[in-house]
């Protein structure tokens, strides 16, 4: 271990003797600043907005005047996506999901009022976050820290008398990757320290320990996808005679896992499990709502039925004879049918991108910088789970909404429909306020955790691969 110590020592002195690697490590130290300060004003801007139109909302529907159940029902109510306090850090698709959602009777509306429906073509090249520092460009400066760590070396002459001196294959790489990871480290550790900080003051120091785990999960993660890209850098330069060939083999590496793996590997997935435009989906749901009937139509061929049914029933032979509104009766049917359709064809769409983004899943165990990527949104609350899981709550909310409105005029609407001059039927105001304000829950960090198993995994799986090289360096090094 002392030798260890020494080795990793002298790699961190004389990686700050060199000025090339004081600029890089000062550019990457103002490249963090400026992502934290854009994170932190993203999400002061952008949650404040989602907060100040949700309360105008709320506003609004309990000020409505006393109305028809059903009408209130088509008035509907605009729901928000909540932004998690750490999504600050990583942005994740949170500019590509939308922000809200128009829930009303009979009709499920898509997610709209994304961020990058309002940009200019600027967002498509990537935005600056601190995820994306982290993921993208401090694996540049640990593969410049490390491709000569080895390889340099051996050019001078030094391998050999290193060897001589009883200082271990594992010894040298492990003291190595140590003094490299040092390096990174008096990047990481500030940053941990601000996002810390950041985090406490967005959530108004309040903290819950659900985000507490999330935050310390997503530390430990980046600090073993440093320790894997450190490794890569050092047993990189140990294979190969020459330092620029090292450097061209790791930027090769860094090209190829960071930009080319990804897009191929999406594309790979959205060729194998094609997905239908928003119009065929939506042509999908309105061919099987046909089929269904409309229970606005009394004279379809289902809700007929449906009628003679509930008249057979109650032993009446007219609606107006029923003990209830008929009118809230049916339309409670309605919408428990449509529903069901909707959700069916949801779950269906749902699955499709979830097997599309499981190639990008599978990818990890090749590419260490999918696997973070992956496991930071997920932690972040900016993955595609949790806009899956926001469109599902909105439903639950949806539905809960109608089928109150239908009760409401099954119980308070009168069966005998009014005259010319009578005053349209109608219930107190008092009951909008029984409808609880919509509000998105996360889920909890366990959840969060067993839905990405395999991309954790795979992270271990490269950490177990780095120290198996370790392991066997004695081995694999002398025969190259």
């Avoid at 099987?288 to 379809?300: A, R």
């Avoid at 529903?339 to 599309?356: G, M, P, S, V």
């Amino acid at each position: 271990m002392k030798t260890i110590f020494l080795i990793a020592g002298s790699t961190w002195k004389a990686s700050f003797r060199n000025k090339a690697t004081l600029a890089l490590t000062l550019i990457l130290g103002l490249a963090l600043c400026l992502a934290t300060y854009i994170g932190w004003q993203n999400f002061n801007i952008q949650n404040g907005q989602r907060l100040k139109y949700k309360q105008i909302v709320r506003q609004q529907w309990l000020a409505k005047p006393d109305k028809h159940p059903h009408r209130m029902a088509h008035y509907g109510y605009l729901a928000f996506r909540d932004k998690h306090e750490l999504s600050f850090f990583d942005f994740g698709i949170e500019s590509f999901a939308g922000v809200s959602i128009f829930l009303e009777a009979h009709k499920q509306n898509t997610v709209n009022f994304s961020e990058a429906g309002f940009s200019n073509g600027m967002l498509r090249f990537g935005e600056m976050s601190v995820a994306m520092v982290l993921q993208l460009l401090v694996p540049l400066l640990i593969f410049f820290l490390g491709y000569n760590s080895i390889s340099a070396e051996r050019e001078n002459g030094t391998l050999k008398i290193l060897l001589c001196q009883g200082v271990s294959w594992r010894a040298l790489l492990t003291g190595k990757i140590a003094g490299i990871i040092a390096v990174s480290f008096t990047l990481f550790i500030p940053v941990i320290l601000l996002t810390i900080f950041l985090w406490a003051m967005l959530s108004h120091w309040q903290v819950t320990a659900d985000a507490a785990i999330r935050l310390f999960l997503l530390v430990l993660a980046y600090a073993v996808y440093f320790i894997i890209c450190a490794g890569i850098a050092v047993v990189v330069s140990a294979v190969h005679k020459t330092s620029r060939a090292a450097l061209t083999t790791l930027l090769a590496c860094w090209v190829f896992f960071t930009i080319v793996m990804p897009r191929i590997t999406q594309a790979i997935g959205v060729k194998v499990y094609p997905s239908p435009s928003k119009i065929e989906f939506a042509a999908a749901v309105e061919s099987d709502l046909h089929q269904q009937g409309d229970s606005h139509n009394p004279d379809d061929p289902h809700y007929a039925k449906f009628r003679a049914d509930v008249l057979k029933q109650y032993g009446v032979n007219d609606v107006k004879d029923l003990p209830f509104n008929y009118g809230g009766y049916v339309m409670a049917e309605g919408e428990r049918i449509s529903a069901d359709i909707y959700t069916r064809h949801q779950k269906a769409l749902t699955k499709t991108f979830e097997q599309q983004n499981s190639f990008q899943v599978a990818a990890g165990y090749l590419n260490p910088f999918l696997a973070i990527k992956n496991l930071s949104m997920a932690l972040t609350a900016s993955d595609f789970n949790t806009f899956a899981d926001f469109q599902d709550q909105a439903e639950v909310y949806r539905y809960g909404l109608a089928q109150r409105m239908n009760k409401l005029q099954k119980e308070k609407i009168s069966n005998t429909p009014p005259g010319e001059k009578d005053k349209p039927l109608t219930i107190s105001r008092a009951h909008w306020a029984e409808q609880a304000d919509f509000k998105y829950v996360f889920k909890p960090v366990n959840q969060v955790i067993s839905h990405h198993i395999s991309t954790i995994v795979s992270l271990l799986c490269w950490l177990m691969a780095l120290l198996g090289c370790l392991l066997l360096s004695s081995k694999w090094v002398k025969t190259l």
